[in-house]
């Protein structure tokens, strides 16, 4: 990343959204996605719509980690591909992907007439321009680190740590280093670190940078700058909500 850049979401981790949520669904039926979080190379989040009182059990989430896993050891190619936009309303209205349509909450702006899609066969269907794996094998593992239940915003979170990746071992090897260490992280610290990745000075001045850099590509705007500012903002409500903020006080 060069510099002034905003850093780009992932490949691996991005990648490991699109099989945590396949995952998601096919156990909860939750096929609305909120936002995500896929720029650190060994952990993300996945936010989907939930409408339970109750969070999920133990068990249930032993099962979606199962799942998800289940999919990276089938080693499922990656279909990434463009597509008329009103074709692909029409085909994925009628052809849902796991009972999942091609948007997440936020669709994209009216005015884009092609999308860019990725497609894991069977399993899960989403417009994302970034870039990804070529196979889910890529990933060595996926691993639930924790949810975050919000009733009152009829939400559920996911947060997850990718173990043991090829494509991040691949990397080093490229570059003549050594397999990448296991890390424990102190939670205390990965709080901390959460609550730092949404400061709002940080964040205003991350989304005025990202719309400098990207002003005269009308389509990266739409498809990309705007998409990220979303899930930029809703970290930042969701990190209020989890320290106690409301809105309605």
């Known amino acids: 990343m060069s510099e002034g850049k905003v850093k780009s979401r992932d490949s691996i981790t991005d990648t490991a959204c699109h099989v945590l949520k396949g995952a998601i669904v096919k156990v909860l039926n939750t096929p609305i996605t909120v936002s995500v979080e896929c720029q650190n190379k060994v952990k993300g989040r996945v936010c989907v719509?939930?409408?339970?009182?109750?969070?999920?059990?133990?068990?249930?989430?032993q099962k979606i980690e199962d799942e998800c896993n289940r999919i990276i050891k089938e080693n499922l190619p990656l279909n990434a591909f463009s597509m008329d936009r009103k074709e692909a309303e029409a085909k994925y209205t009628?052809?849902?992907?796991?009972?999942?349509?091609?948007?997440?909450?936020?669709p994209v702006p009216e005015s884009v007439t092609t999308l860019t899609l990725v497609e894991i066969a069977g399993w899960n269907i989403n417009c994302c321009p970034a870039v990804h794996l070529k196979s889910t094998g890529e990933l060595g593992g996926i691993k639930i680190s924790g949810i975050n239940h919000r009733p009152q915003k009829?939400?559920?979170?996911?947060?997850f740590d990718i173990v043991a990746s090829d494509a991040v071992d691949n990397k080093k090897k490229k570059k003549g280093g050594a397999a990448p260490a296991v890390t424990v992280v102190?939670?205390?610290?990965?709080?901390?670190a959460r609550i730092s990745a949404t400061n709002v000075k940080d964040l205003t001045a991350r989304i005025v940078e990202?719309?400098?850099?990207?002003?005269?590509?009308q389509k990266t705007l739409e498809q990309t700058t705007i998409p990220e500012i979303q899930n930029l903002l809703t970290n930042l409500k969701n990190v209020s909500y989890s320290n106690g903020y409301n809105a309605n006080k």
Do not use: G, Q
């Open 49 to 61: 719509e939930y409408t339970l009182d109750d969070k999920p059990d133990d068990s249930t989430l």
């Open 94 to 106: 009628k052809e849902k992907v796991n009972n999942t349509y091609i948007y997440d909450k936020f």
């Open 154 to 159: 009829k939400e559920l979170e996911f947060r």
């Open 186 to 192: 102190d939670p205390l610290e990965e709080h901390r």
């Open 210 to 217: 990202m719309v400098i850099a990207n002003a005269n590509n």
